[in-house]
């Protein structure tokens, strides 16, 4: 008996499922009589394509309620082997679930509980406004907008004369600035993850329980190895102490030890 969940089906779960699907059938044809003892339903080709047809559209249609994109290695599933196209395909499908799980899955999910009932409207037009509203700190609003105005004027101050000694001093502040932001953008990266607003995952996103290793995943010890000056390390430092969600970066395993706060 093999027993996988159906939520899972897709990618690698879904090549060996279509694996054990194809085992399966070709055992039932020959209990029935339809295949002999020696036949095998790959010496079938026209159902062949049908059946991988099948089981890839089935991993793409799950894949793309559950990710936002096709599923992987799906051309294995359609034609018995891996190709260089599927290679490609697969590594732009990876880039996008990247980018849609942090930055866009949390309106997925929200979508999701507000059809599926798992969340409830309560309370007035005010209480909705919470819904909508943005309550980090301005600092971790502020460092994208940093980020992306720093590059633009570093780029556009390349068409400009080059034999200006303060476009020199400008593009290296530019630098600097652009490399701070993206630096507390790494640092702080789960503030920047589009949570859902319905029924948020709290227990998850500040959880301290047994294992747990702060909500950077451990990200601030970074800070350490860096070569930078030691000020702008101990404001960085200081600013994550200062989170709501910093807390103690040594790591407590699975039920060995007490966290001691």
């Known amino acids: 008996m093999v027993d996988t969940d159906v939520r899972l089906g ?15 059938l070709t055992r039932q044809l020959r209990a029935a009589g339809v295949l002999t003892e020696k036949d095998h339903v790959d010496n079938h080709e026209q159902f062949m394509v049908v059946f991988r ?6 991993a793409d249609y799950i ?3 559950y990710s936002g994109t096709p599923a992987l290695k ?8 891996r190709t260089y196209e599927g290679l490609g395909r697969d590594f732009m499908s990876s880039v996008k679930r990247y980018l849609k799980n942090n930055f866009y899955d949390g309106d997925r999910h929200d979508a999701f509980d507000l059809v599926t009932g798992a969340w409830v409207a309560k309370g007035g037009p005010s209480a909705s406004l919470a819904l909508v509203h943005d309550n980090r700190p301005p600092i971790v609003k502020a460092m994208p907008y940093i980020l992306g105005i720093s590059i633009a004027i570093f780029v556009t101050s390349l068409s400009l004369p080059q034999s200006l000694t303060s476009m020199a001093y400008l593009r290296i502040l530019c630098l600097i600035f652009a490399s701070l932001s993206a630096l507390y953008i790494f640092i702080h990266g789960i ?9 948020p995952p709290v227990d998850v996103i500040h ?3 047994p294992g747990y290793k702060s909500p950077q995943r451990g990200r601030g010890q970074i800070t350490a190895n860096l070569p930078i000056p030691k000020w702008i390390r101990k404001h960085l430092v200081s600013s994550m102490k200062s989170s709501s969600s910093w807390n ?3 790591e407590v395993e699975m039920g060995t030890k007490m966290r001691v706060d």
């Open 53 to 58: 047809t099948m089981w890839a559209d089935h």
């Open 10 to 24: 897709l990618d690698r779960t879904n090549v060996t499922q279509a694996a054990i699907a194809k085992w399966s």
């Open 248 to 250: 103690k970066l040594e």
């Open 74 to 81: 799906t051309d294995f599933t359609r034609t018995g082997k």
């Open 207 to 209: 959880y301290d329980g």
């Open 63 to 65: 894949s793309k309620a």
């Open 191 to 199: 503030e920047y993850v589009a949570w859902p607003r319905l029924n």
